[in-house]
């Protein structure tokens, strides 16, 4: 192999290098989800209170399936709209 293509080819690998590196520090973590009766415990109340909020649209859930789940985001918004 050439010296200029040896080079080139050293620089190619460390700008992708240096490209995973920095994607891995601005990636965000994805959020937790948490089951019913979890987050109900982390709140501190019981699972026919937390499916009263989600049915009253004050905490957004998702489903997977037949399972209600409630994500670490979400739940931080509950809690801070409870505080207003």
């Known amino acids: 192999m050439s010296d200029r293509l040896d080079l080139a080819l050293r620089e190619l690998a460390e700008a992708l290098r240096e490209e995973l590196r920095s994607e891995s520090r601005s990636a965000p973590a ?15 109340i019981g699972r ?22 409630v994500s670490d985001t979400a739940l931080r918004e509950f809690i801070a709209g409870m505080a207003r």
């Open 48 to 69: 026919s209170a937390l499916y009263d909020e989600i049915r009253s649209g004050r905490l957004k859930t998702i489903k997977v399936g037949r399972r209600r789940l």
């Open 30 to 44: 994805p959020d937790r989800l948490l089951g019913v009766d979890e987050a109900a415990g982390l709140l501190g």
